[in-house]
């Protein structure tokens, strides 16, 4: 395994709107539309280029005062990707462990105060969650399976006063590349053609 924390440096300097808020959510097996009918939202537009739906998020939180949030999902190979701008759809046990029925999914989340987790569940088993802020401190099924991968990318997993706080986020875009073999890249994001739709959250409605 050679990808590691640095290999996604460009994500902040290329998309610092989605940096500032955001939930990457890769589901095998789905296609984009699948994916939106796992989550009950109805195709609304299509957007070409992450970047351009950070907009029409914005305007759904508006509209929808949050009991709704805009998900743009696009194909990535045999997986589907979701991603939304300051959403969090991907971090609600409601709505993970369903959708990774019968197959993997890997979440990565974080919000405009640097509060982050990641997922890894398969066929509806939480095999790891952790904060990539925090990555000494993880729970799941298998919460010590990939230390030496989380290393590797990039986590430092030491628990003093000097471990390192850098490239925590890229990090994680490290670590899911490693779990679903999908490689993000900007130009993928920039040229990709997003299925959108608002889905309902669980408890809010």
């Given at each position: 395994m050679s990808t590691t924390a640095s290999d996604y440096t460009w994500f902040s300097d290329r998309f610092p709107g989605l940096l500032e808020a955001y939930c990457l959510t890769l589901v095998k097996?789905?296609?984009?539309?699948?994916?939106?009918?796992?989550?009950?939202?109805?195709?609304?537009?299509?957007?070409?280029?992450?970047?351009?739906?950070?907009?029409?998020?914005y305007e759904a939180w508006e509209e929808h005062q949050a009991d709704r949030l805009f998900v743009g999902a696009t194909a990535f190979?045999?997986?589907?990707?979701?991603?939304?701008?300051n959403g969090y759809l991907g971090t609600l046990?409601?709505?993970?462990?369903?959708?990774?029925?019968?197959?993997?999914l890997v979440s990565h989340f974080r919000n405009v105060n640097a509060v982050d987790h990641f997922f890894w569940l398969d066929d509806g088993d939480l095999r790891l969650h952790f904060e990539p802020l925090f990555p000494a401190g993880r729970?799941?099924?298998?919460?010590?399976?990939?230390?030496?991968?989380?290393?590797?990318?990039?986590?430092?997993?030491?628990?003093?006063?000097d471990a390192s706080y850098e490239l925590h986020t890229e990090?994680?875009?490290?670590?899911?590349?490693?779990?679903?073999?999908?490689?993000?890249?900007?130009e993928l994001l920039q040229s990709a053609t997003f299925v959108c739709g608002a889905a309902a959250v669980p408890g809010r409605y």
């Open positions: 097996g789905l296609t984009p539309t699948g994916l939106l009918d796992r989550l009950g939202a109805r195709e609304e537009c299509r957007v070409t280029g992450a970047e351009n739906l950070i907009e029409p998020a190979g045999d997986w589907a990707l979701a991603v939304e701008p046990d409601e709505v993970i462990v369903p959708l990774s029925k019968g197959t993997r729970d799941g099924s298998d919460p010590d399976g990939l230390v030496d991968v989380m290393r590797q990318v990039g986590f430092d997993l030491s628990e003093d006063d990090a994680a875009f490290a670590l899911a590349e490693h779990l679903t073999g999908v490689r993000l890249t900007p």
